[in-house]
């Protein structure tokens, strides 16, 4: 089946630092979503992307459906304390439902 | 404004003992998973349902069971639970399947000991 690769695994940054994480698939796809997992919780949707090149933004949230449909990126401008978690790249999948990336965990260091 | 409802939150088991994780689910969805969560793994795929009466496999299916006789429930059973059953375990639902976007409950956390 489909294979995501996402990276980075973890990113340390500072409060106000914009962020930037990416995922590759080892075919084309035609949806790309992106989760966020708080701690203690399940997987929120944060944006959804059904186009080849589509730039969609949520607040300080954009995501890109790449143009070669075998990649996406997640951008995060500015962060704050709340962003910290754990995000989650994911399309569809061989078994049906939903492959997922291994994730981004983010950190904000004070 | 329930979405999907699962329970027990946290449970703890000895090896070999059975039990069901329930998930519940009131936007009449016609898919339903169940995936299990665990460090560096990402997230994978147990079992689907695309429908009440209708279940299979997914990426990792071994020692567990599911059944759909409604549409809002899909319970997870663990037959002879293992400790490599220790997870976090994710009910999810959708109207359909295979890349439409997907709506998580809050998770189980399991240890077996």
């Known amino acids: 089946g489909q294979q995501l690769n996402q990276s980075p695994q973890s ?3 500072q409060e106000g630092e914009d962020v930037s994480m990416n995922c590759t698939s080892s075919s084309i796809f035609n949806t790309w979503l992106w989760y966020k997992q708080d701690p203690g919780e399940g997987p929120v949707l944060l944006i959804a992307l059904y186009k080849a090149g589509e730039l969609t933004s949520n607040g300080r949230l954009t995501a890109q459906f790449g143009t070669t449909r075998k990649d996406s990126f997640l951008n995060i401008s500015a962060s704050i304390p709340s962003d910290v978690g754990i995000y989650f790249c994911a399309g569809p999948g061989g078994a049906d439902g939903l492959t997922f990336g291994k994730g981004t965990h983010l950190i904000i260091q004070p | 404004n329930a979405g ?4 027990p939150k946290f449970q703890v088991l000895k090896t070999g003992q059975s039990m069901t994780l329930q998930c519940a689910q009131d936007m009449n969805h016609e898919y339903m998973s169940w995936y299990r969560q665990d460090p560096g793994m990402g ?3 147990i079992h689907y349902s695309v429908g009440a009466g209708i279940t299979d496999q997914g990426e990792v299916p071994n020692g567990y ?3 759909r006789s409604t549409t809002e429930d899909f ?3 663990l037959l002879s639970a293992a400790p490599s059953q ?3 375990y994710f009910c999810a639902s959708s109207y359909m399947s295979s890349g439409n976007t997907i709506y998580f409950g809050e ?4 240890t077996v000991v």
Do not use: E
């Not at chain 2, 999907?4 to 329970?7: M, P, W």
């Not at chain 2, 998770?107 to 399991?110: A, D, I, K, R, V």
């Open chain 2, 4 to 7: 999907v409802t699962q329970t």
């Open chain 2, 86 to 88: 220790t997870s976090v």
């Open chain 2, 65 to 67: 069971n599911v059944s």
């Open chain 1, 11 to 13: 990113m340390f940054i």
């Open chain 2, 43 to 45: 997230l994978r795929l």
């Open chain 2, 107 to 110: 998770g189980s956390w399991l």
């Open chain 2, 75 to 77: 319970p997870l059973r």
